[in-house]
């Protein structure tokens, strides 16, 4: 018998996305109050259909989907375990067994939809804080006291607002792990009492830039019950933050456009600000997307900083009050040194973490690589930003196997040559079948085709534009403008994106888009396929990844969010009455079976964001099950699946209007009354087996 899941009643309040206007304030910057920095006027996929799709294209499309799927379905990576590979057509008997326990890795009780102040997991189940915001993590850190916090204590303590998560291998250290976490930004009305946000202390915004940038801690388990702790002080324990030094490569290091009075020659940047969603590389280091940079600069006038949101007064944060390089009047460049992919090798502290600049400059979510059969690196990246676009690195040198330091000295510059692409979708639908609600056209699915078009290639020699009127620094500095100028299509919101290991098929979170079709922005498309967009989509690409020379995909709409009860949402085809509601798409990624966990931000259904898992593949294909739900105010962040544990980054917890220090609205981690503190907590069964089988 199939578990009907509650569906806790509509709430829907005039925030974009669900959320706080505290959390737009603080982590975006309020970018969804701003005017829609993408003013162009590209063609969208409604227009593509009507314009130009001719028998040839849908003929050629076809030929793509055809090709991308053998591919896809055959050739791509490692094979999955046996025991994970579900029957595309299972047989009556097993179709019945499997209906109440669901596919293998996601047999776990979903929880409901709920507004309650905690971690929920499902029965069975159990949970520890690993590590909190202010936890010593280095030699010498004090313990944390938020009534006297210095970013000399701070700069040695695991840092605010957990978003990615990573967990490495350390070889030799029976059951430790090296956790990798983002400090995506500060909310200092949370985190300071008395915060007086017209005049913040230098005290105070010393603080929140130590609390920015990254963390690498090493954590322990606890075999007998499951819990994961941090072992402070550990060798390879490290904090990165605002004001770390970061050595610039790739085809923009040294350009004049990096240039800047306290850095002339353009490859010596101070900090790494907004990270986002990330991901680890084949050659063992990790990737940080700086995402909304721009909130951190003042007085830009620029139209090169108006297509990045920059504003032309002063900050929310007022940081420029004590750092001139935050002012844009009086350092020009300084903002074109943030909006890149850093890269980091946790195995060696004294590294300099590093900004790959070949990888294009946006509001970078996150990066995912996977090697190609001949080992290059492919790297996928959102820009997080309404009618935005989605990116792919093809990287020209092979990945090296060893570990000798001059093999990690040559991994180590992977993404510094290749060539950066932006996404063109085409639907295959008429347009005038996508009529902005979501309805499905006549052909039952949102499907097309794509194409990759080229931006521009770095090389060891030096790098060359493949847009008219750019140069290539000025295609890997504004990126954002190259990708208007040839037309990449506008999406509503792109974050995570990922291939799945076990079928090599790539998913693209599209978050929400509040602004698609309201006013003079574009309408709906059959990518885009909701006016008004609250809940979002995942979008799924069948492309031949492994393969360098691969530039054409086909394309489909895994799942339409919303309320299942909505005829507007749509489940890979799965029955909807089987399903949990999901809102928000954010971040993704995979368990060892093949299924995607999905984190959302922001839930417009009016219940508490969560992790999900769906099937990607076989019969229950598009089966989505509740996995956990958050505190008040907090956002799912950096979902790690392992067979015996889930770690989830708990973001901003309390982040609600009207809290502050001394009033926090949310009683987690710490019981009511206690400040709100950011925390990662690892989720395991309670009788040592895999999770959901
Ligand atoms: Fe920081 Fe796109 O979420
Ligand atoms: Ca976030
Ligand atoms: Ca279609
Ligand atoms: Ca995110």
Redesign the pocket.
Known sequence: MRIQLPIVSVNNDSHHGGRAALTCRFRCGDACFHEVPNTTTNPYVGDVIADALSRRTVMRAAAVVTAATAVGASATVAAPKASAAEPAAATAATSTRHASRGARGLRFEPVAPNTADTVTIPDGYAQNVVIRWGEPILRGAPAFDPENQTAESQSKQFGYNNDFLALLPLPGERHRQVLVANHEYTDEVLMFRGYDAANPTKQQVEVAWAAHGLSAVVVEEDRRSGKLTPVPRHPLNRRVTATSEFKVTGPAAGSDLLKTSADPTGTKVLGTLNNCSGGVTPWGTTLHGEENFNQYFANATRATDKRYGLGTGATERKWERFDKRFDVAQEPNEPHRFGFVVELDPYDPTAKPRKRTALGRFKHEGATVRLTDDGRPVVYSGDDERFDYFYKFIGSKRMKKGSSRAVREHNLSLLDEGTLYVAKLT???PAIEIDGSGKL?A?G????SGEWIPLATATAKGAVSHVEGMTADEVFVFTRLAGDKVGATKMDRPEDIEPNPHTGKVYVALTNNSNRGVGANAKAD?ANPRNANKHGQILELTERWNRADSKKFAWTLFLVAGDPGDPATYFAGFPKDDVSPISCPDNVAFDSYGNLWISTDGNALGNHDGLFGVATRGDRRGELKQFLTMPNGAETCGPVIQDRRVLVAVQHPGEIDGATAEKPLSAWPDGAGKINRPAVVAVWRKDGCDIGV
């Open positions: 639907g295959d639908s056209p052909d699915e949102f499907d097309g059959e």
